[in-house]
C-alpha cells in the first residue's frame, strides 16, 4: 500500500520554485501560480519547505478567511474521506542552491519543473550561469526553467542580462526554457502588495479587486502549459 503511493506522488506533477537567495520572489510566484490552478478548478498541494514559512502562512490566511487553497496528496491519515486529494504538487524553497536535489530523487524526472525565479541582474545572472553550466545532476538542467521577476524593459541592464540568459540556454538548447518575465508590481490595482496577506476571494478570479496585469497572465499560461493543463 505505502509502495502504491509512494509511486503515485513521484507521478505527480511538481513545481518547485527555487533561487539563489532570498527576496526574488520564489513565495509570490509559487502563491500566485498555486491560486491560478485553484481558479480553473484544480487542486494544489502546496509544501513550504523554507523556515520563514512564508508559503505556508498564505494556506494559513486564506484558510481563516474560509477559502482552502492546499489538498493533502494523498487519503492516508485523512479524517474526511471525502477530500479532495491534490493533481500538482507546489514546493515553495528557501533561497538555497541545493534546495532541489532531494526532489531530483523524489519525482520522475517528466514531472519535476525547476522554476528558478530570480532578477535580471548581474548578481542573479552570474549565480545562475555557474549553476546551470555546471550542474547536470540527474537531469538539473532540462527541467530548468528561468523565471525573471521584478522585470523592466525600460531598464538597458535588465534587457541586458535577459539577453545573456537567453544564450545561456541557448547553448543548451534550451531556449523554451525562459518563461515570460513578470514585471515590478506593487501597490496599485494590479499590484501583489496585498496578495501574500491572504485572501477570502482567488487573484484571478472576476469578483476580486485586482486586475491581473498582462505579463503575469501570460507567464500563467506558460506555466499552466508545463501543467498540461487547460486555462
Ligand atoms: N513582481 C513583483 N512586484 C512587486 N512586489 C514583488 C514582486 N515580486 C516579489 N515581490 C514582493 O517582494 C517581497 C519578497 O518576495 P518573496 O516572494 O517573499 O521572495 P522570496 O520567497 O524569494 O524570498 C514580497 O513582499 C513580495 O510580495
Ligand atoms: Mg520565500
Redo the contacts with the bound molecule.
Sequence with gaps: MIEVEKKEIKKIKTFL?M?S??????????CLFADKLLSIGKFVNIVDV?A?Q??QKWVNKCKDLGRVVSYPLTLKNSLNPNQNIADIRIV?TP?ILGSYLPYLKKNDKDNLFIII?GRSAESDFEVNEELYKDSDLDGFRDRVYFLV??YSDSSETQKEYFEKLKKLVSDYDNVSHILSP?????GDSY???D??KGSDKNYFSKDSKNIVAKDLKETMKELLELAGVES
Excluded at 537567495?21 to 509559487?30: A, E, I, Q
Excluded at 513578470?182 to 506593487?186: G, H, T, V
Design positions: 520554485f533561487t537567495k532570498g527576496g526574488c520572489g520564489k513565495t509570490l510566484c509559487s523554507d520563514n512564508v508559503a515553495d533561497g525565479v521577476n521584478s513578470i514585471k515590478y508590481r506593487w499590484g501583489y502588495s496578495f501574500l
